[in-house]
C-alpha cells in the first residue's frame, strides 16, 4: 500500500520546476518507495506566474504567503524553492509545525541561522534534507563508491572549480525577482554560498572534513543599479573566491569559483588524488568518471606500469549508483534526474528510519565552510571551520 504525501512547493521558479518534476517523476522510476508525493500547493509572490505554473505541473492549490501554507493541516511536506534570505523563517516554522523540511541550498545566510534551523528540524523530529543534488550524479556517486573501495588510497589533493561567466556585463543590474543572486541581503554571499557550498558539500562527502581555510575574494563590478530602486548600488557580493583548505584526513585542496570566467557555463569539476589513484569529474560531461588505477588488480606492477593510464568510465551501466532504475547501459540521464535521485533517497531514508544525507546538520557543516571562508578573505588569515568530526 503506498502512502500519499501532500507537498507544498514553496518558489516556481528554476528549482520550483526541478522540483516539481522530481515529486512527478520519482514514483514511476522508483515505484518501490512506500511515499507517493502529490502537488498540493504552490507558494509564490506572483499569483499569476504562480497560478500558471500550477496548471503546467498540476498543482491543486496556490497561495501567496507561506504563513498560509505552513498552517495548513492538509500539507506533510514543505520544499522551500525561494531565494536564500527566506530559508530560515520558513523551515523554522514548518518545523515547528511539524511539516518535513525540504530546503534548497545553501541551507542559510550564515552559521547562526543554520544552527537555529538546525535546532529546530532536531527539536521537532521531522524528516529534513538540503539539495545538495550533485552527490546523486551517478559519476560522483561512483567516486564515493571507489574511494569508500580504498581505490584510491591516502589522499593527498583536492582540488574543485565552479566557473560561470554570466556576470561579466557591467550594466548587468542586481536585485529585484531575477537578479537576487547579486542582491547581498537576498543572497547572503556570492559564488561563496551559490556555488562553491556546492564544491565544498561534494568535496567533504568524498574526502572528508575540512578544517581550515585561507581565502580570497574579489568584487569586479563595484556597483550596479539594483532593479527595485533604479539607483547604482554598491555590490556587496563576492564575484570570484579562492581558497585553500586543510582536510582532517591531511591532504590539500585548492577550490576556485567565479562568475567571470569568459565560455565557462557551469563548470562544475573536482579531482581527487591518493596514493593509489585519482578520480577527476566535470559536470559539462557528466556521464563519464575519470578514473587512474595506480596499481592493476591482480598484476605484477612491474608489469602493469606499461598499462596504466587514466579510464574514462561511462557511469551508465545497471551496476552503477542509481542506473538500475533508468535505462539499459549506454543510455544516459541528465541535471533533472539527480533531483529524482535524491528525493528517492529522502524517501527511502524516511521509511527506514536511516536519513538519507545531507541533512540539515551536514549541510549547517558546509555552511561553516563557506562562513570561514568569507572571514578568511577579509582578515587574510587561516581560519578554523569548526567542522564536526565525522
Ligand atoms: N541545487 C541546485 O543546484 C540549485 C540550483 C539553483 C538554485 N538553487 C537554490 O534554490 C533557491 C531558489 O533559486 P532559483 O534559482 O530557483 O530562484 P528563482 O529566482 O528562479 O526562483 C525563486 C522563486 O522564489 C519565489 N519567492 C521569492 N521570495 C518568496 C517569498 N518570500 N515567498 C514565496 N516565494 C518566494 C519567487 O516567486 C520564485 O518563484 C536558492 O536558494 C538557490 O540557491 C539550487
Known amino acids: 500500500m503506498t502512502k500519499p504525501l501532500n507537498v507544498a512547493l514553496v518558489g516556481y521558479g528554476f528549482m520550483g520546476k526541478a522540483h516539481a518534476n522530481a515529486y512527478r517523476k520519482v514514483g514511476h522510476f522508483f515505484p518501490e518507495l512506500e511515499h507517493r508525493p502529490q ?21 491543486e492549490s496556490v497561495e501567496s504567503d507561506w504563513r498560509r501554507v505552513v498552517e ?42 543554520a ?40 589522499p593527498f589533493h583536492y582540488r574543485a572549480t565552479y566557473l560561470q561567466d554570466w556576470t561579466i556585463a557591467p550594466d548587468l543590474p542586481q536585485g529585484g525577482q531575477t537578479l537576487w543572486r547579486l542582491d547581498v541581503d537576498v543572497a547572503g554571499s556570492g559564488v561563496t554560498g551559490d556555488l562553491l557550498a556546492h564544491s565544498i558539500d561534494t568535496a567533504m562527502w568524498l574526502n572528508g572534513p575540512i578544517e581550515q581555510v585561507v581565502a580570497a575574494t574579489e ?33 590539500m585542496g585548492t577550490f576556485e569559483s ?14 581527487l588524488n591518493g596514493a593509489d589513484g585519482s578520480v577527476h569529474f566535470d559536470l559539462e560531461d557528466p556521464q563519464y568518471l575519470d578514473f587512474f588505477e595506480h596499481k592493476l ?3 605484477d606492477q612491474k608489469v602493469a606500469d606499461h598499462l596504466t593510464g587514466w579510464r574514462r ?25 539527480t533531483f529524482i535521485n535524491a528525493l528517492a533517497d529522502f524517501l527511502a531514508g524516511v521509511a527506514s528510519s536511516t536519513p538519507a544525507q545531507p541533512d540539515f546538520r551536514c549541510a549547517l557543516q558546509t555552511q561553516k565552510v563557506c562562513d570561514a571562508v568569507l572571514k578568511s578573505a577579509h582578515t587574510g588569515e587561516w581560519v578554523t571551520t569548526g567542522v564536526e568530526a565525522e
Request: charged fraction near 25%; hydrophobic fraction near 40%; aromatic fraction near 10%.
Open 313 to 337: 568510465i561511462h557511469a551508465t551501466n545497471f551496476e552503477h549508483p542509481y542506473m538500475d532504475h533508468w535505462w539499459v547501459p549506454g543510455c544516459t540521464i541528465g541535471y533533472e534526474h
Open 72 to 113: 495548513r493541516d492538509d500539507i506533510d511536506v514543505i520544499d522551500i524553492c525561494s531565494p536564500n534570505n527566506t530559508h530560515h523563517d520558513l523551515a523554522i516554522a514548518a518545523a515547528e509545525a511539524g511539516k518535513w523540511v525540504l530546503c534548497e541550498k545553501p541551507l542559510a545566510m550564515s552559521t547562526a541561522e
Open 297 to 299: 588488480p591482480g598484476t
Open 115 to 154: 544552527e537555529a534551523m538546525t535546532a529546530a528540524v532536531e527539536k521537532a523530529a521531522v524528516p529534513n534534507m538540503v539539495w545538495f543534488n550533485y552527490r546523486r550524479v551517478p559519476a560522483i556517486a561512483l567516486a564515493r563508491q571507489l574511494v569508500d573501495e580504498g581505490r584510491t588510497g591516502r
Open 39 to 59: 502537488l498540493t500547493c504552490l507558494c509564490a509572490r506572483d499569483p499569476d506566474k504562480a497560478e500558471k505554473f500550477a496548471e503546467t505541473w498540476g498543482v
Open 219 to 251: 568584487t569586479f563590478v563595484k556597483e550596479r543599479v539594483h532593479q527595485a530602486t533604479g539607483n547604482a548600488q554598491p555590490v556587496g557580493i563576492d564575484d570570484a573566491c579562492m581558497f585553500l583548505a586543510r582536510f582532517a584526513n591531511g591532504s
Open 258 to 271: 567565479t562568475r567571470y570566467a569568459r565560455g565557462r557555463k557551469n563548470y562544475n569539476t573536482f579531482e
